[in-house]
């Protein structure tokens, strides 16, 4: 059992949560200061923060730690709470581009992307610095070389997910597997509490999401459970914004409590509607890992449209630092 499911599966959790790392750095620095401009500059009402979340979090392909910037952004005066509310949920929208692209099941092609992506990353270190004519050629080889970086992470999390997948028979002949498959057809509830504990424990909601498309990918479990997983893995991640928000100023700890409220509402109003959203997933995709992703992608997405009305009302735009 070790050898067989505990091993594969740290091993691919661990290759997995190292390539988010890598792929998080690799963005960051290439954004630059663009990202504490960005979030001061384009939060002047609730929409221009949605669509400022939402980019700076498929660029650095980490809600929480977008969540955690802006706690401290609050913290540190240089955003109001107001501000906060479209950048929230625009994380929960920018969060999707990961799910998104591994339901283009590329895992195959993860080792030749990550040695060609490597092989770029060698040769932008071999370039002598004098060969860079003007700072702005010297700029684009720093691009290159932490875009490089990227897709060698975004590769490291294929691969992961690759190695969590081997458990899968293991798992099915263990009676434990067939007990939680059993009780989640009685009550997809048992799915949501999976979800939200599995991501809780690791801290990545993309993580837990990508072990259930792997399981549903080769039929372990049904696009309504993954669904449901799906739905608890929202509610998991809020556990970092609530360890973020302790110790934090009364400001920062209301934007860690919308960040919960959103989810945990969220997934208590979707919750009855999961056969609706494998339905209207259906119709993006057909493959069980695909029709989780866009039903992960709809989700948050209706979610945050749904809110943002409410960011407009007064009693939220007088909680001002």
Not at 60 to 73: C, D, H, K, M, R
Not at 245 to 260: P, T
Not at 278 to 307: K, Y
Request: net charge positive.
């Amino acid at each position: 059992m070790i050898h067989a499911i505990f091993i594969p599966l740290f091993a691919g959790l661990a290759l997995f949560l190292f390539g988010m790392k890598v792929m998080e750095i690799a963005l960051h620095r290439l954004s630059g200061a663009y990202l504490a401009r960005s979030l001061r500059r384009f939060t002047s009402s609730p929409w221009r923060g949605l669509l400022c979340g939402t980019g700076v979090t498929a660029l650095l392909q980490s809600s929480s730690a977008i969540t955690v910037i802006t706690i401290g952004f609050v913290n540190a005066g240089i955003l109001t709470f107001p501000q906060t509310l479209g950048i929230i949920l625009g994380t929960n929208i920018g969060t999707c581009i990961t799910t998104e692209l591994i339901a283009l099941q590329i895992n195959h092609a993860a080792l030749p992307i990550l040695i060609a992506a490597f092989f770029v990353w060698i040769l932008s270190w071999l370039v002598p610095g004098g060969a860079y004519r003007s700072p702005a050629a010297a700029r684009r080889m720093n691009a290159i070389r932490w875009l490089a970086m990227a897709v060698c992470g975004f590769s490291c999390v294929l691969l992961g997910i690759e190695v969590m997948k081997s458990i899968v028979p293991a798992l099915q002949s263990r009676g434990l597997f067939a007990w939680f498959v059993e009780q989640s057809q009685r009550s997809l509830f048992w799915g949501v509490v999976a979800g939200a504990a599995v991501t809780a424990v690791i801290h990545s909601s993309a993580a837990a999401i990508a072990m259930t498309m792997g399981l549903a990918s080769v039929e372990a479990i049904s696009v309504d459970l993954g669904i449901a997983i799906i739905l608890g893995a929202n509610v998991g991640t809020c556990v970092t914004a609530f360890i973020a928000g302790i110790g934090s100023s009364k400001y920062g700890q209301y934007v860690a409590w919308f960040h919960i409220m959103l989810n945990v509402f969220g997934t208590a109003l979707f919750f009855p509607l999961i056969p609706l959203l494998r339905e209207a997933s259906a119709l993006i995709g057909s493959s069980p890992s695909g029709q989780l992703a866009h039903a992960q992608t709809l989700f948050n997405i209706a979610c945050s449209l749904l809110v943002l009305p409410l960011c407009y009302l007064p009693i939220l735009n007088k909680k001002r630092t």
